[in-house]
């Protein structure tokens, strides 16, 4: 009865889906070159890596200066950061106001000011972070309400992609077609961008 | 995964079927023909042994229901945790209290401060609470992965037998249910003193009866029977009054012995004989004649005092359900159900008492004064819950002497008979000035004052002062057994008599401290313990080892008891 009821919901909400390029969120091509996501790195780069995260994760956070590395080293690499909140709604606010920040053309600086704080984060600890980082807090919360449609839009079709490529939980990589769960250190983050590279 | 297959397919189909169905028809047979071939997607994933474990194989969670208390039992592999301060019980978004909970390990991580973890193993209590809950989790892979919350929807059953009947089986199974209870409880103490009464209410006729009319009088007995028991419970359970409270003030029990008085003195006869015509006719109309069934339907009535007292399990279930659920209908229900059901035997009673008791010449007017006497001895019995042992056993002595004293010299079975009931009648007497208070061992007294013997259980049994000293024994640690009792309680002297003095239960309880509540007298603070601890009323006891409770209710057989204690011990 229950699973009959939700499968209408999920019908109704795949029938009613925005028509066009959105169509099927599985699609590499909206994996890699989602439209409404930001990407940091070379724009053109002959590689895309995307990673799935929450900015209270502590893998994620740990794993980021990893990431941030690779890719100064790599000039060819385009980063996409995928905001997959998983940790309740001080996580989910914290994406939108770092996306809200994108609007204003401050969304590098947002990311690494959340992704370097220490552990569990209040309401509070994110408006000081991105404060102490230069962001002005109440900008980037009227750019994410001005934009909230298309941003909440991207989120869901971020957790559709993570839990559709059947990702248990963040940090979670994609490059070339291959995934990687869990954190990745310096040489296996390497590999895996030379793999796809390679066109594997 | 058919469902997902048929939504990307859906999804993939719909925004193209205008422009290039041709295209959307193919896409479609693509995903099919992937999904024929188990590809869901066009990434790859690394090997399963590379990958982490799915939440639901990482983390063991389950879920036992405790009372109203919700008991979350979480198995971790190893090198997973789960986050303490995300786990949480939830009713309507209210987040449920937690009562007990495995002590956490500090994580300690120099760029992320502490958290509260738990590795391994862990469990917790949640509660009180019924209804719709909602379970969250979330932990992480020690490798360097977060899981999403986990959760699970649960319904916690209303406390106890009622609901969980209910849920099984619906309302109808909840009737039959309790018939079937009372069906197996109408041979107990409890039930049995009703069957002279409803023998002596066919008997004592004295114009011929059918077995109909017998069957038909036993009919209107029960009903009565069940409806007052029912209407008692309900009230009880209402007004959040303690049965026993309102089953054992004197005025109840004083006017059911002034019942029973008058319907010994009925069946002597005195209202026809002796007493002036003004007199006898107005007793008459309050005492209607035997064989009447307004006389029937008043001492069905009443009889529900008699087994009203008799703590059982059904009965503390449907008066804990009315209690919480409010749910009046189904509560009264159970309860007429279960009255209906004691009263099975008694029908068989009216049905064919009717044609095996006689009706005309010497040998009635036996049975009804024997009905008589035996109507003193129910009211007698009654009198116990309210007055002091010594007391009862003075009526028990006077009861016998006069049945002795009106028998000797009628025939020589009376003689005998006679006799047989002055020598119990004196013996009582005896008992009642040495102090007695069993009625079956009037003379204790003596031979305990000659040979100290070992303590018997109500000794070893230490009475429990209040709520804190309750806890703070349970506090030692200790597996501890509290029973619950009463002076008036019969189940709970054949408890005494055939459960506790046995030497196998005294060695199985040997290291158990046991505490008794007595409520043979009620005052406030017994009764908020009764409440506090959901007890209903004796004969109850409370099994408390390690954390857990389980309890026993009712007429407590010598199995139930080593059952319970054997179960008691493999869990230590």
Same mark, same amino acid.
């Given at each position: 009865?229950?699973?009959?009821?939700?499968?209408?919901?999920?019908?109704?909400?795949?029938?009613?889906?925005?028509?066009?390029?959105?169509?099927?969120?599985?699609?590499?091509?909206?994996?890699?070159?989602?439209?409404?996501?930001?990407?940091?790195?070379?724009?053109?780069?002959?590689?895309?890596?995307?990673?799935?995260?929450?900015?209270?994760?502590?893998?994620?956070?740990?794993?980021?200066?990893?990431?941030?590395?690779?890719?100064?080293?790599?000039?060819?690499?385009?980063?996409?950061?995928?905001?997959?909140?998983?940790?309740?709604?001080?996580?989910?606010?914290?994406?939108?106001?770092?996306?809200?920040?994108?609007?204003?053309?401050?969304?590098?600086?947002?990311?690494?000011?959340?992704?370097?704080?220490?552990?569990?984060?209040?309401?509070?600890?994110?408006?000081?972070?991105?404060?102490?980082?230069?962001?002005?807090?109440?900008?980037?919360?009227?750019?994410?309400?001005?934009?909230?449609?298309?941003?909440?839009?991207?989120?869901?079709?971020?957790?559709?992609?993570?839990?559709?490529?059947?990702?248990?939980?963040?940090?979670?990589?994609?490059?070339?077609?291959?995934?990687?769960?869990?954190?990745?250190?310096?040489?296996?983050?390497?590999?895996?961008?030379?793999?796809?590279?390679?066109?594997? | 995964?058919?469902?997902?297959?048929?939504?990307?397919?859906?999804?993939?189909?719909?925004?193209?079927?205008?422009?290039?169905?041709?295209?959307?028809?193919?896409?479609?047979?693509?995903?099919?023909?992937?999904?024929?071939?188990?590809?869901?997607?066009?990434?790859?994933?690394?090997?399963?042994?590379?990958?982490?474990?799915?939440?639901?194989?990482?983390?063991?969670?389950?879920?036992?229901? $405790?009372?109203?208390?919700?008991?979350?039992?979480?198995?971790?592999? +190893?090198?997973?945790?789960?986050?303490?301060?995300?786990?949480?019980?939830?009713?309507?978004?209210?987040?449920?209290?937690?009562?007990?909970?495995?002590?956490?390990?500090?994580?300690?991580?120099?760029?992320?401060?502490?958290?509260?973890?738990?590795?391994?193993?862990?469990?917790?209590?949640?509660?009180?609470?019924?209804?719709?809950?909602? #379970? %969250?989790? $979330? &932990?992480?892979?020690?490798?360097?992965?977060?899981?999403?919350?986990?959760?699970?929807?649960?319904?916690?059953?209303?406390?106890?037998?009622?609901?969980?009947?209910?849920?099984?089986?619906?309302?109808?199974?909840?009737?039959?249910? !309790?018939?079937?209870?009372?069906?197996?409880?109408?041979?107990?103490?409890?039930?049995?003193?009703?069957?002279?009464?409803?023998?002596?209410?066919?008997?004592?006729?004295?114009? +011929?009866?059918?077995?109909?009319?017998? !069957?038909?009088?036993?009919?209107?007995?029960?009903?009565?029977?069940?409806?007052?028991?029912?209407?008692?419970?309900?009230?009880?359970?209402?007004? &959040?009054?303690? #049965?026993?409270?309102?089953?054992?003030?004197?005025?109840?029990?004083?006017?059911?012995?002034?019942?029973?008085?008058?319907?010994?003195?009925?069946?002597?006869? %005195?209202?026809?004989?002796?007493?002036?015509?003004?007199?006898?006719?107005?007793?008459?109309?309050?005492?209607?004649?035997?064989?009447?069934?307004?006389?029937?339907?008043?001492?069905?009535?009443?009889?529900?005092?008699?087994?009203?007292?008799?703590?059982?399990?059904?009965?503390?279930?449907?008066?804990?359900?009315?209690?919480?659920?409010?749910?009046?209908?189904?509560?009264?229900?159970?309860?007429?159900?279960? &009255?209906?059901?004691?009263?099975?035997?008694?029908?068989?009673?009216?049905?064919?008492?009717?044609?095996?008791?006689?009706?005309?010449?010497?040998?009635?007017?036996?049975?009804?004064?024997?009905?008589?006497?035996?109507?003193?001895?129910?009211?007698?019995?009654?009198?116990?819950?309210?007055?002091?042992?010594?007391?009862?056993?003075?009526?028990?002595?006077?009861?016998?002497?006069?049945?002795?004293?009106?028998?000797?010299?009628?025939?020589?079975? &009376?003689?005998?008979?006679?006799?047989?009931?002055?020598?119990?009648?004196?013996?009582?007497?005896?008992?009642?000035?040495?102090?007695?208070?069993?009625?079956?061992?009037?003379?204790?007294?003596?031979?305990?004052?000659?040979?100290?013997?070992?303590?018997?259980?109500?000794?070893?049994?230490?009475?429990?002062?209040?709520?804190?000293?309750?806890?703070?024994?349970?506090?030692?640690?200790?597996?501890?057994?509290?029973? %619950?009792?009463?002076?008036?309680?019969?189940?709970?002297?054949?408890?005494?008599?055939?459960?506790?003095?046995?030497?196998?239960? +005294?060695?199985?309880? +040997?290291?158990?401290?046991?505490?008794?509540?007595?409520?043979?007298?009620?005052?406030?603070?017994?009764?908020?313990?009764?409440?506090?601890?959901?007890?209903?009323?004796?004969?109850?006891?409370?099994?408390?080892?390690?954390?857990?409770?389980?309890?026993?209710?009712?007429?407590?057989?010598?199995?139930?008891?080593?059952?319970?204690?054997?179960?008691?011990?493999?869990?230590?």
């Amino acid at each position: 009865m229950i699973a009959r009821r939700n499968f209408l919901i999920i019908a109704s909400a795949a029938l009613a889906a925005p028509s066009g390029s959105y169509a099927d969120p599985l699609a590499p091509d909206m994996v890699f070159h989602d439209p409404d996501a930001p990407a940091l790195g070379h724009p053109q780069g002959d590689v895309t890596l995307v990673e799935f995260f929450d900015y209270q994760c502590p893998y994620c956070k740990r794993n980021h200066p990893v990431v941030e590395e690779v890719m100064a080293q790599d000039p060819g690499l385009r980063l996409v950061m995928k905001d997959w909140p998983v940790f309740g709604p001080v996580s989910r606010r914290a994406s939108q106001l770092v996306l809200g920040a994108h609007e204003g053309g401050g969304y590098e600086t947002a990311l690494n000011a959340l992704m370097a704080t220490q552990a569990r984060l209040s309401n509070q600890q994110v408006d000081k972070a991105l404060k102490d980082a230069g962001i002005q807090v109440g900008a980037a919360e009227r750019n994410y309400e001005n934009a909230s449609k298309k941003i909440d839009a991207l989120l869901v079709r971020n957790d559709t992609q993570a839990t559709g490529l059947g990702f248990f939980g963040t940090p979670g990589f994609v490059a070339g077609r291959t995934l990687y769960p869990g954190a990745l250190d310096r040489k296996a983050l390497m590999a895996a961008i030379q793999s796809a590279r390679s066109g594997r | 995964m058919y469902l997902k297959t048929v939504l990307r397919w859906i999804s993939c189909l719909r925004p193209m079927k205008h422009r290039h169905s041709l295209l959307a028809i193919l896409c479609g047979l693509l995903l099919l023909a992937g999904a024929a071939f188990g590809q869901e997607s066009a990434f790859e994933r690394l090997s399963p042994k590379a990958q982490p474990l799915s939440p639901e194989a990482a983390f063991d969670v389950r879920t036992e229901q $405790q009372g109203k208390n919700l008991v979350v039992t979480m198995d971790i592999e +190893k090198g997973y945790y789960l986050y303490s301060d995300r786990l949480s019980l939830t009713s309507d978004g209210t987040p449920v209290a937690r009562l007990d909970a495995t002590r956490t390990q500090t994580k300690q991580d120099p760029n992320f401060g502490q958290v509260e973890i738990w590795h391994d193993h862990a469990r917790v209590v949640f509660g009180p609470v019924t209804g719709q809950v909602r #379970l %969250v989790w $979330q &932990g992480c892979e020690e490798a360097g992965l977060c899981y999403p919350p986990q959760s699970r929807n649960l319904t916690i059953d209303a406390d106890g037998l009622v609901a969980s009947l209910a849920q099984a089986g619906g309302r109808v199974w909840v009737i039959l249910a !309790f018939f079937g209870f009372g069906l197996a409880l109408s041979l107990t103490p409890c039930v049995l003193p009703m069957v002279p009464i409803v023998a002596g209410m066919i008997g004592a006729q004295t114009s +011929k009866t059918s077995p109909a009319r017998g !069957f038909g009088l036993a009919a209107i007995y029960v009903l009565a029977m069940a409806l007052a028991f029912s209407l008692i419970g309900a009230v009880a359970a209402i007004s &959040g009054a303690n #049965l026993q409270i309102i089953l054992q003030t004197p005025w109840a029990v004083g006017t059911m012995v002034a019942l029973f008085v008058l319907l010994a003195l009925s069946s002597f006869g %005195v209202f026809e004989l002796s007493l002036p015509q003004q007199i006898t006719a107005r007793i008459g109309k309050i005492a209607p004649k035997p064989g009447h069934p307004a006389r029937a339907a008043l001492l069905g009535f009443s009889s529900a005092l008699i087994i009203g007292p008799c703590v059982t399990a059904p009965l503390a279930g449907a008066l804990v359900y009315i209690a919480q659920s409010g749910d009046l209908v189904l509560g009264l229900a159970a309860l007429f159900a279960l &009255g209906l059901g004691q009263g099975m035997p008694l029908l068989a009673v009216g049905l064919f008492g009717a044609t095996i008791l006689p009706r005309m010449g010497p040998w009635a007017i036996v049975v009804n004064r024997s009905m008589g006497v035996l109507f003193l001895a129910l009211a007698i019995w009654l009198c116990a819950r309210i007055l002091s042992a010594p007391m009862i056993l003075a009526l028990w002595s006077a009861l016998f002497v006069g049945l002795g004293g009106a028998m000797l010299g009628r025939a020589r079975l &009376g003689n005998a008979l006679g006799a047989i009931a002055l020598v119990i009648g004196c013996t009582q007497a005896v008992g009642a000035a040495l102090g007695a208070d069993d009625p079956l061992r009037p003379l204790e007294p003596l031979r305990a004052s000659r040979t100290p013997e070992q303590p018997s259980h109500k000794e070893a049994f230490r009475p429990v002062a209040s709520l804190a000293d309750y806890h703070s024994a349970l506090a030692t640690g200790q597996p501890t057994l509290l029973y %619950v009792t009463a002076d008036w309680c019969t189940s709970c002297r054949s408890i005494d008599r055939h459960v506790l003095s046995d030497p196998l239960i +005294k060695d199985a309880l +040997k290291d158990w401290q046991t505490l008794m509540l007595d409520v043979s007298q009620i005052n406030p603070e017994r009764q908020t313990m009764m409440d506090a601890l959901g007890v209903v009323g004796p004969p109850t006891m409370i099994f408390t080892q390690g954390g857990q409770n389980e309890r026993l209710l009712g007429e407590i057989s010598l199995r139930d008891m080593q059952a319970q204690l054997k179960t008691a011990h493999a869990s230590q």
